[in-house]
């Protein structure tokens, strides 16, 4: 995992990041999550210290 590439999707305005191999099982909450206007980061993105 690059924490470098969620953050510049972050700081370009995104409301989330899905890593592919949480996509299985997070991509439905995720989007569920968005769209009533919280940001969604994968279990795998959350476990990096250097992000957000």
Excluded: F, N, W
Excluded at 12 to 40: I, N, R
Aim: a negative charge; hydrophobic letters at 40%.
């Amino acid at each position: 995992m690059h924490p470098e590439i969620v953050q510049a999707a972050l700081e370009a305005g995104g409301c989330g990041y899905v890593h592919k191999e949480d996509a299985a099982t997070e991509l439905l909450p995720s989007l569920e999550s968005v769209l009533v206007g919280k940001q969604y980061l994968s279990r795998s993105v959350t476990d990096l210290d250097d992000v957000t």
